[in-house]
């Protein structure tokens, strides 16, 4: 391999020299952390398209007559002695009820508001406006964010169905653990946002930090969307 | 090197590196202990009342309470913190990570340096054959005799199950650890990887993981082997969650090592450095990272259903309460097969840019070569089902998979035409890293063989689950991938430690490796042919001497790893003082000194051709063979 030193004006253009990753072009950063962003975003696309093939499989499969809990089967886990209970003492021998789809869909909503508000504040930044006007913006949509999180773990109060209760309840509360772990993640990029807005981080035309964060928030309201859809519609 | 050494000298604030100034891997233990003590406790005290899956919870909960714990004592999150309120890490702070003036402490902190992180992965991964290794040594010990008591059945399965799954870990990461790492960013003449932070992140992810599979094998351990095929896995004992644990930290780790690896490949190169120049190595690296992220997902879902099936009784894959055996099978080998490859591919492809080298020739085929890591790397997504054969999950489809499985051999068959071609009337010059190549296209080609016998639907129902499998993946994993990381490691040695590996050890490890490997795997293609099962502690008498064997050629095989770790400490601190450029090799690593400095490159490299420029002008190798050239004019006398 020929290589030509290059003994020119810029004696030595470190990544640490000059403050490394810190101190790319604003440029050369943006489109790193993009490339970044979209390969994580295909491996949870590769992720929840998992999940949706487990669920539809069990479904489909119905193993025991057990999607939906009809039968009442000796508890795997527990032994014999405690066959035909949830594992608490309730007996299953009934059809096990769905979610109520208000629960699930008012997450997917406040998700997607929540994205929304990221999204909005990333177009007036563009647009030039100061960190002050994006700043409310950004935590209005931290404030949805974290209203969806709280109430996906609200959720598993009012479920009428436990863990045990066969393969759709048990798709279901994984799906709801799934949740609770991606609006973990986007809170604390909203809220970090927030904090950060609020210091004057995002002036002079610093939106693409907000960019990043928009995008990965509405993945993440799209795949709770996508999978609210898939437990209310075919259960 | 006057910039250099300032760089690396520079005298940084009393403050800078922040909190970074008091963690290390001792903090880390430390914390990490703490946190695994409040998370027994929490999880003792909230379900103990629960008798049915209690001990799981407490388990699970511990676990993963280390990972974390450590995790934040040595500073993973510290940046993550800083940048979420706003204050972030200024020049002086990210100098400080990247190692300035803290000498060999360094390699015990969160260092960003791509050259630091590279040689812990190397350490790191040692030290996990080291572990896999001794198991190995239990195994083929208990079945020296067709009824020996040395351990339990119980704990012959805890020891094969972790055998294999460190073994699976450590081959993962034996290439794209230490050579994606240290290496690649050189060849590209990038400065470190594109996300510094995000490295160091994915090698303490690996050190984290490693306790919760070793404790797993005092807690019960995980008795349905490596592949941990549920329903039986449901009911294992609690190491099979600890093990869970491993695995999910150990998925974050690769998916962020993956995303680095690509992102620094298609945004650092220098100028000049098309894709078109790009060292085989680096293809490899770049195809193995993508299917990486296609499997890693499919790892997560597999065993985080098989933790929830376990520590709070949802039911994936119990089918008493509707799950689904083949559900984990399928996500399992969805997973399993990109993953082999993931482990082949940088191996086969280091070990081409060697053949290269050493035969001071351009690379044969380069074009198709890549072709053939995209080939291979499309077909490891349609293939997985051919470890199905057997389950009677969709027998319709047998014949399509048996027909994408098949196909493999194509691809892999182009490896070998290019190493082969590659060598063909080259001047060659046999040092080290080359005789580990001629071991790799010997094993491999045992190992793709047999691997068409088990394509085949028939054979298979008779071959599956028996020592032909054993074999046929031996040879390939170990015979192939590990023999040509093998080959990388006695490349690079010399530009990762500044000193020569001993040639006269290495050689004697060789040929130790070479011979005693084949006593040890040979055997057991006739063991399978005979039907004797795998994953079994006691056997028919009528393969004692077969047993015996292989048993007499892992020790063998033991005693040549421990040779050539000889090799690299003797030689790493008293070795000769390593050239910048030892094998008078074209890729950019060897343009500068060895080891390099903090930055690499003093100054920005533009590249002006591939590098394979052999015979051009450039020094090389003492000659025993007329050059390409020659041999092209006088046709067929070369010898
Ligand atoms: C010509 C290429 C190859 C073909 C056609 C092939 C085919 C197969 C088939 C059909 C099986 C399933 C056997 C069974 O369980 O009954 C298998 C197992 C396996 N193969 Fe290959 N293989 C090839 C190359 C490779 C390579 C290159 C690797 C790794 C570097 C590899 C690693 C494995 C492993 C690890 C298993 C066993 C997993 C287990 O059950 O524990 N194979 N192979
Ligand atoms: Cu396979």
Redesign the interface.
């Known amino acids: 391999?020929?290589?030509?030193?290059?003994?020119s004006s810029?004696?030595?253009?470190?990544?640490?020299?000059?403050?490394?990753?810190?101190?790319d072009t604003p440029q050369?950063k943006h489109?790193?952390e993009h490339?970044?962003l979209w390969?994580?975003i295909?491996?949870?696309m590769?992720?929840t398209a998992?999940?949706i093939?487990?669920w539809f499989?069990?479904k489909a499969?119905?193993?025991?007559?057990?999607?939906r809990?009809a039968a009442c089967?000796?508890?795997?886990?527990?032994g014999l002695n405690?066959s035909c209970t949830d594992?608490?003492g309730n007996a299953i021998n009934h059809i096990v009820p769905t979610a109520a789809p208000l629960h699930t869909f008012a997450i997917a909503i406040l998700a997607i508001v929540g994205a929304g508000f990221m999204w909005f504040a990333e177009v007036q930044a563009r647009q030039g406006a100061s960190g002050k006007a994006t700043t409310p913006l950004l935590g209005l949509g931290a404030l949805a964010i974290l209203g969806a999180l709280v109430w996906q773990i609200y959720q598993f109060q009012v479920l009428p169905f436990?863990?045990?209760q066969?393969?759709?309840?048990?798709?279901f509360?994984?799906i709801m653990?799934s949740n609770v772990g991606h609006l973990a993640l986007v809170s604390?990029v909203a809220?970090?946002l927030f904090?950060?807005g609020?210091?004057g981080?995002h002036d002079n035309g610093r939106w693409y930090q907000i960019h990043l964060s928009r995008l990965f928030a509405v993945w993440v309201a799209f795949s709770v969307t996508l999978l609210a859809f898939m437990v209310t519609f075919f259960n | 090197m006057s910039?250099t050494a300032l760089?690396e000298d520079t005298k940084l604030g009393p403050k800078a590196g922040g909190l970074y100034r008091h963690q290390n891997f001792l903090t880390g233990i430390l914390t990490g202990g703490v946190a695994m003590f409040l998370g027994w406790l929490v999880a003792h005290y909230t379900v103990q009342n629960?008798a049915?899956?209690g001990s799981d919870m407490v388990v699970t909960v511990t676990m993963a309470a280390w990972v974390v714990g450590f995790m934040a004592g040595i500073g993973a999150f510290n940046a993550?913190f800083r940048?979420?309120?706003?204050h972030?890490?200024?020049?002086d702070d990210?100098?400080y990570a990247?190692g300035?003036s803290q000498g060999w402490r360094r390699y015990f902190k969160f260092c960003?340096d791509h050259k630091v992180v590279g040689t812990q992965y190397l350490v790191l991964v040692m030290s996990l054959f080291a572990v896999g290794g001794t198991l190995a040594m239990i195994i083929r010990t208990q079945l020296i005799s067709p009824n020996n008591h040395l351990i339990s059945p119980q704990t012959y399965n805890a020891v094969i199950s972790i055998h294999g799954m460190i073994m699976i870990i450590a081959t993962i990461i034996m290439v794209s650890g230490p050579w994606a790492n240290f290496i690649l960013p050189i060849q590209l003449g990038?400065?470190?990887m594109?996300?510094?932070r995000l490295n160091a992140l994915s090698l303490w992810l690996v050190v984290a993981a490693v306790p919760p599979i070793l404790i797993s094998l005092f807690i019960g351990g995980v008795d349905s082997g490596w592949t941990t095929y549920a329903?039986l896995s449901?009911?294992s004992p609690p190491g099979q969650d600890a093990f869970a644990i491993t695995i999910i930290t150990f998925v974050v780790s690769v998916?962020v090592a993956?995303?680095n690896t690509?992102?620094t490949t298609?945004?650092m190169r220098a100028?000049g450095m098309t894709m078109g120049?790009l060292p085989i190595f680096v293809w490899g690296s770049l195809v193995a990272a993508g299917l990486g992220?296609?499997a890693?997902?499919?790892f997560?879902?597999a065993q985080?259903?098989l933790l929830?099936?376990?520590v709070?009784?949802?039911?994936?894959f119990?089918?008493?309460?509707?799950?689904?055996g083949w559900?984990y099978e399928?996500?399992f080998w969805?997973m399993g097969h990109p993953e082999v490859y993931v482990i082949l591919i940088p191996g086969v492809a280091a070990a081409m840019d060697v053949a290269s080298t050493f035969s001071r020739k351009p690379l044969f085929g380069y074009k198709i070569a890549v072709g053939a890591f995209f080939g291979l790397g499309a077909l490891a997504l349609m293939v997985w089902a051919h470890h199905m054969f057997t389950t009677g999950w969709a027998p319709n489809l047998a014949d399509p998979w048996m027909l994408t499985t098949e196909l493999i051999s194509i691809p892999t068959g182009v490896f070998f035409l290019v190493i082969i071609g590659t060598l063909w009337r080259g001047s060659i010059w046999t040092r080290l890293p080359m005789y580990w190549v001629y071991l790799f296209l010997w094993n491999f080609i045992i190992g793709g063989v047999t691997g068409i016998y088990l394509s085949d639907v028939p054979a298979d129902q008779y071959f599956h689950g028996n020592m032909f499998v054993t074999a046929h993946f031996h040879y390939t994993l170990l015979g192939g991938g590990m023999i040509g990381a093998t080959a990388a490691l006695c490349y690079w040695f010399p530009k990762m430690s500044g000193k020569m590996l001993n040639e006269r050890i290495g050689k004697l490890a060789f040929w130790v490796i070479a011979i005693f490997f084949q006593v040890t795997y040979f055997g057991m293609f006739w063991e399978g042919f005979q039907g004797m099962p795998r994953r079994i502690a006691a056997y028919a008498p009528y393969f004692h001497s077969a047993n015996l064997i292989a048993t007499i050629g892992a020790y063998g095989l033991f005693l040549g790893w421990v040779i050539l770790l000889y090799a690299i400490i003797h030689s790493w601190m008293n070795g000769k003082v390593a050239p910048s450029n030892p094998w008078q090799a074209?890729?950019?690593e060897w343009?500068i000194s060895s080891p390099p400095p903090?930055?690499n490159f003093?100054?920005?490299?533009?590249?002006?051709?591939?590098?394979?420029?052999f015979g051009e002008g450039e020094p090389m190798a003492p000659a025993k063979q007329p050059s390409p050239a020659t041999v092209g004019s006088t046709e067929g006398g070369a010898h």
């Open positions: 391999m020929s290589v030509v030193d290059e003994h810029h004696e030595h253009h470190g990544h640490y020299a000059e403050g490394g990753n810190h101190h050369a489109r790193k490339m970044l390969m994580l295909g491996g949870d590769v992720f998992l999940i093939f487990a499989y069990l499969l119905n193993v025991e007559g057990m999607w809990g089967k000796p508890n795997f886990n527990a405690q594992g608490i436990t863990t045990v066969g393969a759709y309840a048990s798709s509360e994984y653990g604390i809220v970090g904090i950060r609020s210091k981080l | 910039t760089l629960n049915n899956w993550v940048w979420m309120v706003g972030d890490q200024d020049h990210e100098l990247a300035v960003t990038a400065k470190d594109a996300f510094p329903p449901v009911q998916t993956g995303i690509i992102t298609m945004t100028k120049r992220l296609y890693m997902p499919a997560l879902a985080s259903m929830t099936d376990r709070v009784g949802t039911s994936f119990a089918p008493a309460q509707g799950g689904a559900l399928n996500i969805i074209k890729s950019l343009h903090l930055e003093l100054v920005d490299p533009i590249v002006t051709s591939d590098p394979y420029t």
